[in-house]
């Protein structure tokens, strides 16, 4: 079955860095869409990133454009989201999502169960 399985969460200072992992198995990881989304606290979800399996061509929410940056080793079944210059506002817990086909366009089917990231002082 389709398992997604988050690291690399933790507690960093305001302009610090870290790097999430997304470790994938039970499916054909090379072929579909990737994403991260995020849930910061008492809000709902918001989309952070995509990566299409076709070019790896990447997407990213205005909040994020510039500091994050995903990528994806198929050789590895494994989705990263490198994040720099981390804000207070960053802070939420932070899910990999599979897309429902190469594209990314027609949505996400199977989440992982997240990584919290605290950006404070």
């Known amino acids: 079955q389709v398992q997604l399985v988050e690291s690399g969460g933790g507690l960093v200072q305001p302009g610090g860095s870290l790097r999430l992992s997304c470790a994938a198995s039970g499916f054909t990881f090379s072929i579909y869409a990737m994403s991260w989304v995020r849930q910061a606290p008492g809000k709902g979800l918001e989309w952070v990133s995509d990566?299409?399996?076709?070019?790896?061509?990447?997407y990213y929410a205005d909040s994020v454009k510039g500091r994050f940056t995903i990528s994806r080793d198929n050789a590895k079944n494994t989705l990263y989201l490198q994040m720099n210059s981390l804000k207070p506002e960053d802070t939420a817990v932070y899910y990999c999502?599979?897309?429902?086909?190469?594209?990314?366009?027609?949505?996400?089917?199977?989440w992982g169960k997240g990584t919290l990231v605290t950006v404070s002082s």
């Open positions: 999502a599979k897309g429902v086909d190469w594209s990314g366009y027609y949505g996400m089917d199977y």
């Open positions: 990566i299409n399996s076709g070019d790896g061509t990447t």
